[in-house]
Each structure stands twice: as structure tokens, then as C-alpha cells.
């Protein structure tokens, strides 16, 4: 019995000696680009920063393919989840990878693209250490924001950034040594300017990812264009294009709401003569002339994670005096022409709580589609008959979930708001408006 403890009591130190002397370190020593398609792309070098490896493309040209060769240093025993090819959808994705030290310490790493230097961009923020605790900042080089994500924030939050910019650019305005926010919905905006003169600008904000972005629709690129912040497919957008822009921004207790309305529109060099509804929804636009199938030029759906109770909102709805739909007729060479016909319009509210598990971006227009679950749904009808919204009010609209999808997490959500419940079918009256503010998520 003896022989076996002294056995033991000798072999215990040596083993902890030689675990102490293991390196808990890993490290990226090289980064290299092997290749990549379309071979068009232009793709520049890598910076590595805090743990994340920026790859420079100038061109977006997507789906991109890239083949890369890492580096490690001598203390790195194994990488773990670098897929041998990195497949980017869009210039938004990234991948998440680890380095394993010869102890067995993780240290996770990301790879991310990133546009080349305009010469106006916001290269670093850092907080200070007091300020940095649990707190975490992320730049978005290619919609040009800081979003500081901190837990349990409360507001009014001042910070005292540590900001660089492209060499030899200069701050048009604050130079963002101090920064308050009032609240969570406050946004700060600033322009770099290049040695150029070229201008970019920035903003800055405390992210809440409870919240549907620019909730209150402070934020326009200019009167008819709604800001898609904090990126496109990301945010709020509209069927605006160069020909219809029936969604725009009207002031409202002292700052800005959305307003939608409904028109008749001659469409030049086709000789189409449609009403179209405008509408306001979470999600994106791309512009088409598939006119029997209206819908499939909006991409309905942001990324959500949490189940609501209920959708809440400041509305107003004016309904227009004789509707009116757009049919094709056969003996005007099939081209759509607008008719007066019987009723009153409707405005519209609904809200989906939706589940992708389906291969790359969810493209969802609002039909039934294979790997999409629609978890719940929300709706208010604005009637024109009753006509009960002409002043302004606020509505709490409950969500209501499908019992069979009960504990599955929701992926995305879509908000829309149309001034006509039947715009995708060309019919509305001219001149009914739906104005909206304030809209925020119950939870």
C-alpha cells in the first residue's frame, strides 16, 4: 500500500508541472486569400483586429467564394470550425471560428468583409475601462454605424469614446469625444470627411435588439426615403422607387411620423395607368415589372429572436373618396387602366413572427413557402365605412401564436402598414393616408 501512495504522490507534481508549462496562447501569425469567384472581385489584403479578420472587397459582387490559408504560432494545437471554403451571401455575413491553445484554452475568432478605404471612415472606437464594462461596440463599414451593445443600460448614457478616422480626415462637426444618449431610440450622427473632401456620414447608437429599429421614423435619407438603418433588409423599407413615392415623411409632435397615400399613377413608356397603395414594412425593395405578381418586388422579414405579446403604435387613417381598381383591358392592348367601382378603402396593420429554417436569406413575399414557419400573426383593419381613425390614437395590437409551433423561437418579424388593405391588387381610393408613429414591441 505504501509503494502505491508514494507511486502516486510522485507522479501528481510532475503531471501538474508539466499541465502548468502548457501556453494558453493561439494566435493568427498569417492570413492569406488563395483564391476566390467570381474572379472578377476584387479582393484585397486582411486586418486582423481584436480577434476579428477583415477581408477587403471592393466590389460586392455576391454569392463570393473565397479559399484562405491560416498561420498559427507554435502554441496553437488545433482550429476548429474554419470551413475549408468561406461561401458570403452578402457583404453582412461572417464566420465563427476557433483557435484551441496547447492547454486547451478557446479563443474564438471571426471573419468578416470589409469595403476599402474611402479615406472618411471611422476605423477604431474604443470606450474607456470603466465604460467598457459589459459593454461591447461593433462597426458596420459598409452602412457606416457604431452600434454599442451594453447590458442593462440606462439611460441618459454618456460615453467618452476613443475614435479613429482614416488618416488625414477630419470631423465635419462633433469630433465624438463625449456622447449622451437619452434614450434608447437616440441616434447620433456625424460626418467624417476624407483629405479628399470626400464626406461620409455616420451614426452612432445603443443597439436594443427588443426593439424594431428607428421605431419612431426619426431617420430619413431625405423627405420621400425612409433611412434603411441600420442596413438594408435590416430595417424599415417601401415600394418608393422613380416613378411611385407614396411613402414619405410628415412631422408629428415636434419630430417625424410615416405617412402612406394611396394614388393613381400613369406609368410612363409601358401605358399602364395603376393605383397604388403605399406601404411601410420591415424588410427590403428591389424593383420589377411583374405586375400580376405585385408582391414579389418586397422582401417582407427582419431578424427577430424574441416572441411579442402585442404590437403597439400611434396611427391615423384618412380614407379617400371613391375607390377605384386598375383592371387589364384586352381592348386597350392589355394595359392596365384604373375604374371607379363600389365600397370604401381600408388601411392595414399586420405583424408575422416568422421561423426560417430553410439554406441561406429568407426571400419571403408573403406567401406560404417550403422551411418557413409563420409561429404568429397580428392584424388591424382600418375601415373606411365606419371611418373611426380620423384623429390620431394609439393601438395595442395583440399577437396571436399557433399552438402547434408553441416553444419555437422566432427568427425574423415583419410589420407592414399599407393606406390600402388591396394594394398589390391595384386597388384603393386616391387620396386615403395612413399615417403612423411610435411603434414598439410588448413584450
Given amino acids: 500500500m505504501k509503494r502505491v501512495i508514494l507511486f502516486f504522490c510522485l507522479l501528481i507534481p510532475f503531471a501538474c508541472k508539466q499541465v502548468n ?26 486586418v486582423i483586429e481584436q480577434n476579428t479578420i477583415y477581408i ?26 474554419l470551413p475549408d471554403t468561406l461561401k458570403f451571401k452578402d457583404q453582412h455575413q461572417s464566420f465563427d471560428f476557433y483557435l484551441i491553445a496547447e492547454s486547451g484554452v478557446p479563443h474564438a475568432y471571426k471573419i468578416k468583409l470589409r469595403p476599402a478605404d474611402s479615406g472618411a471612415e471611422i476605423s477604431n472606437f474604443t470606450l474607456n475601462a470603466n465604460e467598457s464594462l459589459n459593454t461591447s461596440v461593433d462597426i458596420d463599414y459598409w452602412n457606416s454605424i457604431v452600434a454599442i451593445s451594453r447590458h442593462n443600460a440606462t439611460f441618459p448614457l454618456t460615453i467618452h469614446p476613443s475614435v479613429t478616422i482614416s488618416a488625414g480626415a477630419t470631423f465635419k462637426g462633433s469630433d465624438l469625444t ?40 426619426e431617420l430619413w435619407t431625405d423627405e420621400k426615403n425612409i433611412d434603411p438603418f441600420p442596413g438594408k433588409g435590416m430595417g ?11 411613402t414619405v415623411r410628415t412631422s408629428h409632435n415636434g419630430g417625424y411620423a410615416a405617412q ?29 415589372f411583374d405586375f400580376e405578381h405585385p408582391r414579389l418586388m418586397t422582401n417582407f422579414g427582419i431578424p427577430h429572436k424574441i416572441r411579442i405579446e402585442a404590437i403597439k403604435f400611434d396611427a391615423q387613417y384618412l380614407p379617400g373618396p371613391q375607390l377605384m381598381q386598375a383592371f387589364k383591358k384586352p381592348e386597350a392592348g392589355n394595359k392596365y387602366v384604373a375604374e371607379n367601382i363600389s365600397g370604401a378603402d381600408t388601411g392595414q396593420v399586420w405583424v408575422e413572427l416568422l421561423h426560417w429554417s430553410g439554406e441561406g436569406e429568407l426571400i419571403y413575399h408573403g406567401y ?36 402547434e409551433y408553441e416553444g419555437i423561437a422566432p427568427t425574423h418579424i415583419v410589420v407592414c402598414f399599407s393606406s390600402s388593405i388591396a394594394g398589390d391588387f391595384f386597388r384603393g381610393a386616391p387620396g386615403s393616408v395612413l399615417n403612423v408613429d411610435n411603434v414598439e414591441l410588448i413584450y
Fill in 260 to 288: 402612406m397615400k394611396t394614388d393613381i399613377q400613369n406609368i410612363p413608356l409601358l401605358g399602364h395607368q395603376l393605383i397604388t397603395a403605399a406601404s411601410l414594412y420591415t424588410g427590403s425593395f428591389k424593383l420589377g
Fill in 368 to 403: 406560404p413557402m417550403d422551411g418557413l414557419k409563420v409561429l404568429g400573426r397580428a392584424e388591424y383593419i382600418m375601415d373606411g365605412v365606419a371611418n373611426d381613425h380620423q384623429n390620431w390614437q394609439s393601438i395595442t395590437l395583440p399577437c396571436i401564436y399557433k399552438p
Fill in 178 to 217: 463625449e456622447l449622451t444618449f437619452a434614450s434608447k431610440t437616440d441616434v447620433t450622427v456625424t460626418t467624417v470627411v476624407s483629405s479628399q473632401g470626400n464626406e461620409k456620414r455616420w451614426r452612432i447608437y445603443v443597439a436594443d435588439n427588443s426593439q424594431l429599429p428607428n421605431s419612431k421614423f
Fill in 56 to 81: 477587403i472587397d471592393s466590389t460586392t459582387l455576391f454569392p463570393l467564394q473565397l479559399i484562405v490559408k491560416i498561420g498559427t504560432n507554435s502554441t496553437t494545437a488545433d482550429v476548429l470550425g
Fill in 236 to 246: 424599415w423599407a417601401s415600394a418608393n422607387n422613380s416613378v411611385v413615392q407614396g
Fill in 21 to 46: 508549462e502548457l501556453s494558453d496562447k493561439a494566435e493568427i501569425t498569417k492570413f492569406e486569400v488563395l483564391s476566390y469567384t467570381p474572379t472578377n472581385a476584387k479582393i484585397g489584403g486582411a
